[in-house]
């Protein structure tokens, strides 16, 4: 009765997720997938999918610093306008599961709090984090190297979870433990209420 789509952005192709839509509405089967927020531009299409059977997505938000997804050579909708993008979601009845990364270079301790807060104040029924991981072969990798910031090559470390780089705002102390107090915030009994 209950499906997920594994594409890592099943809106990438708006005019192939309304297709699909149309012909999943039918089936009256329930669904979830992940989609980058510009699915949003287009709120009938919000609109179809929930009608389809749509329940939650996946939403890889990793910043709300717009410096920080610049860096990162996101194109996506400024952080600006993420909530309105949340409240489209909501409007049709679709879960939100948000994703964050904690450490990137415009990242302070204030980050933590400040992310907690944007998730609590949007209503997310989800949310994950991950610690920046620079991996071996990508520019990231490679720049951070070059400035002597890669902390290890422990490669059984670079899972998200765990700093294997030197920060650029905060120690490493301090981006282990706002990850861990993200999760401990959000997965309150306060924050859940």
């Given amino acids: 009765p209950y499906a997920v789509f594994v594409d890592n952005n099943l809106g990438s192709r708006p005019d192939y997720l309304r297709r699909l839509c149309r012909a999943l509405r039918p089936l009256e089967k329930i669904w979830s997938a992940a989609v980058t927020i510009d699915v949003t531009d287009d709120a009938e299409l919000v609109r179809e999918m929930a009608l389809a059977g749509c329940t939650g997505v996946f939403v890889g938000f990793e910043s709300l610093t ?3 997804l610049d860096d990162a050579h996101k194109k996506t909708p400024r952080p600006e306008d993420y909530a309105r993008r949340v409240e489209i979601l909501h409007r049709y009845g679709i ?13 302070g301790p204030e980050v933590f709090e400040r992310t907690c807060d944007w998730i ?7 949310a994950t984090f991950h610690i920046l991981t620079p991996y071996p072969g990508t520019p990231l990798f ?10 290890h090559r422990d490669w059984t470390k670079y899972d998200t979870a765990h700093v294997v780089f030197e920060p650029r705002k905060m120690t490493v102390e301090g981006l282990e433990g706002g990850y861990a107090y993200c999760y401990r915030r959000l997965f309150s009994h306060a924050s859940i209420w």
């Fill in 66 to 68: 717009g410096e920080n």
């Fill in 95 to 107: 879960q939100v599961n948000g994703s964050f990364v904690l450490g990137f270079d415009h990242d």
């Fill in 120 to 126: 609590e104040a949007c209503r997310l029924e989800c």
């Fill in 142 to 151: 490679d720049d951070m190297a070059a400035a002597g910031r890669i902390r």
